[in-house]
């Protein structure tokens, strides 16, 4: 072990976070200046419009909203509900679009787009009658920023407002009270106007303290920018606006009754300037047709459902096929038109399978049907009597056949596979395409003429912003030698950071599984299976010439399988999901590690079974499984064979690469004892059953590999909040007992990439997740023999006192993937790697755009397979290393080439890909359990825990 690594350049000792806790600003202040190591230097042009010298108003003033019903119709409301023996609805927040500044009292306040219009009626009434020239910003649901006073009878007394007056089309004579109330006046002159122009030199030049109203201006700012937008145009979640698509078309198709429209995205960030952020935006919108047309194209897009189900007969839906139309269709808003009255709306709430002709009710007349109904009171004879109905709001049921779904409804719901290779084919377009459509968009959102930006002295540069990144080397990768097993051989990856291991034959794995593995068979050689799914035959012969080749591959870099002609003796058969166990349970008796698992299809009807019985089920007896689909098998490509190769050796406890000594001895925040943690937390949708899942990995010893992972459910964060980790506490001490018991070392440092993290949460998790983080630390420092259980630390010499306490120096990295900031080579030709030119892997940004008065960057580490590359946002929640930029941007960089399942680096750091993939497993997990076991949070993290021998024997079976 050197001497750097002895840690007597790591003092122990946490630093107070009393300096962050404030509103303000609750990460620590940027303490260091940009990073300096590169291989070059490349100039890029950013999607960042910079806001020119701003002239903001003085003072701005900020009114809440709040709308109700009128006091008479609430008196009715109330009469109708105690008739009905209804119960009276629930309070109900003001959704996600809004600005969450204090709280809002709505009790059954119209939906979004009706609120919308509600508000700028009211405000287009009361504000612009008195002067034209005067505009608002609004975020629509509860915010109003003016550069003047309201009237102060507005404010008193408020304003009533009918919905029929706003376009409302169900025809609903409700009247709401629109309540108007000044919450602060916020003053720009002075520290703020000089702050907000020169941000970058306002902290680098030592300015700690963020100013008082440099948070609000953001928002306002924001908002101002997306008043206009948000009246033009569809808005989608809090950044994105969708024009209709032109000259009548209804969007690029994506099959199940889905279309894409294209957008722009906003959004203001305060880096060392101001900047309008533009962006391309693309979601999914729920088609502009008849019902029963999209019904059609929702079955035939699903292999199981096609041509069983038709909306014409409401008997053929199934309980499979009533969900899925459900979740296609509630909520959404539909028109119908009886004979020549108006066009009447509402909104799905359910669907009827009972048939039109059969489902009765009483009118006026007496006992009739849907059916007889539309035929004698609206004169429609319906062509499919059999067909299902749908329920609109809370009474009306409509035959779908005379239903259309309305024009410009986002869809919420996950795309199918197929649905989402269509979006990818649309939208992933080159850097040169990327870069036109969004000065497209540009000119689309048209600031110069925004009366709104105007109103708030913000002028928008129609340049995009230009700055310089620097290019990081890339680490040296360390593999076997095949000419010598005992050898190692030293790969340097090439600039565009793929590499291919089987190119020359010189290389072999670093450390084959069959020299690792717990259970070896005579001679080393891994022993192994098959396990056939039969809903779909894949014939004997193409399984040989596929383990074959496998074999033949896998021998060809050192790692030891059993010969296919003993492998085909281990074959089972599984027709049902209650064969599962009895097979592995089979396959683990005629003494096989690994069961190669060929299913019918790529979906949930078979995986998440068979990782569950294999890793959960069988318990004391560990058997692995890697899962090939069918047509996988029949087609038999090398590079399919190849990459299935690298997961089954890491499975198996090998190691297919490692990073070479030098480079991690250089970077100074490893040369001590560091234990490397990634975090992820996955959230499911808002009407599932389903829990948040937690999975946190890490690795245990120098090497980067394997990363062990744990993962637990626990109860979803309530609309707004962060997800934060609970008992994270005890995850980490367990990861440092696992790290002194493999390497002798007590960890001095501790480094977290954490996932899944928005800006607005920082604080609180920073707040909640640290201080868990170091009570972690506490509790593996009181267990009674922690001091002595570092052997290593002993024989060095380098033995604490426990009344200071063991605490290792952490810091909290927070890795962003949903940003929208995109990098573009000025110089493709030179700079630019790969078919699209995009900027090279290693290119980092850390001034100009980043974070003023905060410690982040952007690297791009990896080469995109197609589209535009996006580069990972790393924010610096708390560090108590003094790490220096260098350190933590090249340790950053480096860890993305410690992925196990391909030859590349990846877009962001394994540990937090590897917790990523570990939260998918454990969602796999929950798709086996029962309903009565999804109601229990600690049920569910019995249910799922894996056995310790199994954890133990196959580390990195999650991969």
């Not at 995205?265 to 309008?276: E, N």
């Amino acid at each position: 072990m050197p001497d750097a690594i002895r840690g007597r350049n790591a003092q122990l000792g946490w630093v107070s976070m009393e300096a962050c806790d404030n509103e303000k600003n609750p990460l620590p202040p940027r303490s260091k200046g940009p990073g300096k190591e590169s291989l070059k230097v490349i100039s890029l042009t950013t999607n960042n419009l910079e806001l020119k010298k701003l002239n903001l108003p003085e003072p701005i003033y900020q009114y809440d909203v709040d709308i109700d019903l009128s006091d008479s119709d609430k008196v009715r409301k109330r009469r109708i509900e105690v008739g009905r023996g209804m119960t009276r609805g629930g309070r109900r927040g003001c959704g996600r679009g809004g600005i969450q500044s204090s709280d809002v009292r709505i009790k059954d306040p119209p939906n979004p787009k009706l609120w919308k219009r509600i508000v700028t009626s009211v405000l287009t009434k009361l504000i612009m009658a008195d002067n034209d020239d005067r505009h608002f910003g609004t975020d629509y649901m509860k915010a109003i920023y003016t550069t003047y006073p309201l009237c102060q009878k507005t404010v008193d007394e408020g304003y009533n407002i009918s919905l029929s007056e706003v376009e409302d089309e169900t025809g609903s004579s409700a009247v709401y009270h629109c309540r108007i109330t000044l919450v602060s006046k916020i003053h720009t002159a002075g520290e703020l106007q000089t702050c907000v122009n020169n941000l970058g030199e306002w902290f680098l030049l030592g300015n700690k303290e963020m100013p008082e109203d440099l948070v609000n201006l953001d928002r306002i700012l924001n908002i101002a920018v997306k008043t206009t937008l948000a009246q033009r145009y569809t808005p989608v979640g809090r950044v994105s606006f969708f024009p209709e698509p032109p000259n009548g078309n209804k969007g690029f198709d994506l099959g199940g009754g889905l279309v894409n429209w294209a957008g722009v995205s906003t959004i203001v960030t305060m880096g060392w300037k101001p900047y309008l952020n533009i962006d391309t935006a693309n979601t999914a919108f729920i088609k502009e047709q008849c019902v029963y047309t999209a019904m059609k194209e929702l079955f035939q897009a699903d292999r199981l459902l096609n041509s069983k189900v038709d909306p014409a007969d409401g008997s053929s839906f199934t309980k499979s096929a009533m969900e899925k139309a459900l979740k296609f269709l509630k909520g959404c808003q539909i028109s119908y038109k009886i004979c020549a009255k108006k066009v009447q709306t509402g909104r799905v709430t359910d669907i009827l399978t009972l048939p039109a002709r059969m489902h009765k009710f009483v009118s006026e007349t007496g006992e009739t049907n849907v059916e007889a109904y539309f035929r004698h009171y609206h004169h429609i004879t319906l062509k499919y009597p059999n067909g299902i109905c749908l329920k609109l709001g809370g009474k009306s049921i409509v035959p779908a056949e005379v239903c259309k779904i309305k024009k410009g409804q986002p869809m919420n719901g996950k795309l199918t596979e197929f649905q989402t290779t269509q979006m990818i084919t649309v939208t992933a377009v080159p850097p040169e395409n990327r870069i036109g459509q969004i000065r497209t968009n540009i000119t689309l959102i048209n600031t110069a003429s925004d009366p709104v930006l105007q109103q708030f002295g913000v002028t928008v540069e129609n340049k995009l912003h230009e700055t310089e990144a620097r290019v990081l080397a890339p680490p040296t990768l360390v593999y076997g030698a095949a000419d010598n097993p005992r050898a190692q051989k030293s790969l340097v990856p090439p600039p565009n950071g793929v590499w291919n291991m089987f190119e020359k034959n010189e290389l072999h794995f670093v450390k084959p599984a069959s020299a690792l593995v717990a259970f070896k068979e005579k001679g080393g050689l891994v022993k192994w299976g098959i396990m056939a799914i039969r809903k779909r035959v894949v014939d004997k012969e193409s399984i040989f010439n596929f383990i074959k080749k496998l074999w033949d591959i896998a021998k060809s870099v050192g790692l030891n399988l059993d010969h296919p002609n003993n492998v085909m003796e281990n074959y089972e058969e599984v027709r049902d999901r209650n064969e599962l166990v009895g097979a592995l349970n089979r396959l683990s008796n005629c003494g096989c590690e690994m069961a190669l698992c060929v299913l019918p299809y790529k979906d949930q009807e078979w995986y998440p079974y068979i990782k569950f019985a294999s890793e959960v089920t069988m318990g004391e007896r560990p058997i692995l499984t890697q899962c090939i689909v069918g047509k996988t098998i029949d087609r038999c490509q090398e590079a399919v064979v190849q990459n299935v190769l690298f997961k089954i050796n890491i499975k198996l406890g090998g190691f297919n690469y490692l990073m070479d000594g030098s480079p991690w001895e250089r970077i100074n925040i490893l040369n001590t004892p560091v234990l490397i943690i990634g975090a992820d937390v996955t959230h499911p949708g808002a009407d599932s059953k389903y829990p948040s899942l937690v999975a946190v990995t890490a690795s245990v010893d120098r090497t980067g590999v394997p990363f062990h992972m744990t993962i637990q459910a626990q109860r979803k964060a309530d609309k707004g909040a962060a997800e934060v980790i609970n008992g994270l506490d005890e995850i980490i001490r367990d990861f440092i007992l696992a790290f002194i018991n493999k390497t002798g070392f007590k960890p001095r440092k501790i480094i977290i990439f954490r996932d899944g993290v928005g800006d607005g949460q920082f604080g609180e998790v920073l707040n909640t997740e640290m201080l868990a983080i170091r009570r972690g630390c506490t509790l593996a420092g009181d267990i009674p023999n922690f001091w002595s259980m570092a052997k290593q630390d002993i024989l060095l010499g380098e033995v604490e006192s426990p009344k200071v306490g063991y605490q290792p120096k952490i810091t909290f990295v927070a890795v962003q993937k949903r940003h929208k900031v995109r990098f573009f080579c000025n110089n493709p030709s030179r700079d630019g790697v790969g078919t699209g030119l995009n900027a090279p892997p290693g290119t980092i940004v850390d001034v100009d755009i980043v974070k003023a008065y905060s410690t982040d960057y952007y690297l791009l580490s990896h080469m995109g397979i197609q589209g535009t590359s996006k580069p990972t946002r790393y924010q610096i929640l708390w560090d108590d290393s003094e790490f220096s930029s260098d350190d933590l941007q090249t340790l950053s960089y480096f860890l993305c080439f410690m992925y196990c399942r391909c030859t590349r680096s990846v877009s962001y750091p394994a540990p937090t890909y590897y917790a990523h993939l570990g939260a998918t497993r454990a969602k796999d997990y929950t798709l086996t359990l029962s309903d009565d076991v999804l109601s229990n949070i600690q049920e569910i993290n019995l249910s799922i825990q894996r056995s310790e021998v199994f954890k133990r024997t196959f580390p990195m079976h999650y991969v």
